[in-house]
């Protein structure tokens, strides 16, 4: 059973930066894409960044500029980089792991990490 881990959330001022890192424990999935949604009050959990295996990223409108997602393959983690951070970065943050295996879809989540950002 996969288990992701997450670190790095917490206050900072706007413009400010954090670093959020997501350690995938007991990985099976050689393939996979790794992201990053976040979920603000009220809102719809959105996706802000993913990786895949091969180091492709995407990036939300919203963060491209600011935001840089990364991977470890040795440390079997992920990272996501958040510079010149705005109050409406403010949310939980989520680490994912989606992996096809066998023909089954295997997705996975963090327990999630408070950002918030303060003008």
């Known amino acids: 059973q996969v288990q992701l881990v997450e670190s790095g959330g917490g206050l900072v001022q706007a413009g400010g930066s954090l670093r959020l890192s997501c350690a995938a424990l007991r990985n099976i999935f050689s393939i996979n894409t790794m992201a990053w949604f976040r979920q603000a009050p009220g809102k719809q959990r959105e996706l802000v960044a993913d990786i895949t295996t091969s180091g492709a990223t995407f990036y939300a409108d919203s963060v491209k500029g600011r935001f840089t997602i990364s991977k470890d393959n040795t440390k079997n983690t992920v990272y996501l980089q958040m510079n010149s951070l705005k109050p409406e970065d403010t949310a939980v943050y989520y680490c994912?792991?989606?992996?096809?295996?066998?023909?089954?879809?295997?997705?996975?989540w963090g327990q999630g990490t408070q950002v918030t950002v303060s003008s």
């Open positions: 994912n792991l989606r992996a096809y295996y066998s023909g089954n879809l295997y997705d996975y």
